[in-house]
């Protein structure tokens, strides 16, 4: 017998169970495909939201990349305005340096100059003075006669001249 049902109870557990498949589908199965529904709604927003993230991230992504990009460009160009005004303020600074250098040469070249100048006409001053005191001496003793006196002075007169010449080859 227990196999076997008696038909009794199996109508009754037929009627049982069709009571109780109504009452769920008016009641239960539309509450459990509602709240079904909502989670997949729930799910495909969430998904969407999570695409627009997605989609802002790499956006966002992009337009940091571009800004790296021009960063890195304006980066560049300092640097290379940098070099170029580093380069002119050197070349800058060699050109007055080589211009005073070539200002402080000129100036003791002229100094120099100047002083072997002063120098020369110390030495033919002093020359000229030792000349005369030669010759005063020198003449002294041998101008007693009017023949010497002519050709001593003859003699100095040449001398002077090529003096004269040789002092304008040095020059």
């Known amino acids: ?4 049902p008696e038909p009794g ?3 009754w557990m037929t009627l049982a169970f069709v009571i109780v498949f109504i009452i769920l589908a008016k009641f239960g199965f539309p ?3 509602k709240a079904i529904d909502e989670r997949k709604e729930y799910i495909a927003s969430s998904l969407d939201a999570a ?10 992504q992009t337009e940091m ?3 790296r990009a021009d960063a890195e460009k304006q980066k560049a160009e300092i640097l290379r305005t940098a070099a170029e005004t580093r380069e002119k303020i050197l070349a800058e600074a060699r050109k007055r340096a080589e211009e005073e250098g070539e200002r ?4 003791a ?6 002083e072997r100048e002063a120098i020369l006409r110390d030495a033919r001053h002093q020359v000229a003075l030792l000349s005369i005191a030669i010759s005063e001496k020198i003449l002294r003793g041998k101008l007693e006669d009017e023949q010497s006196q002519t050709s001593l002075a003859e003699k100095l007169l040449e001398e002077m001249g090529n003096d ?8």
Not at 109 to 114: C, L
Not at 164 to 171: G, H, V
């Open 1 to 4: 017998g227990l196999l076997q």
């Open 9 to 11: 109870l199996l109508i």
């Open 31 to 33: 509450m459990i495909l």
């Open 51 to 60: 695409g627009k993230a997605q989609r802002k991230v790499d956006e966002l």
């Open 65 to 67: 990349d571009g800004i």
């Open 104 to 107: 402080i040469i000129a100036t």
């Open 109 to 114: 070249k002229a100094n120099a100059e100047t």
């Open 164 to 171: 004269r010449d040789k002092n304008r080859k040095e020059a």
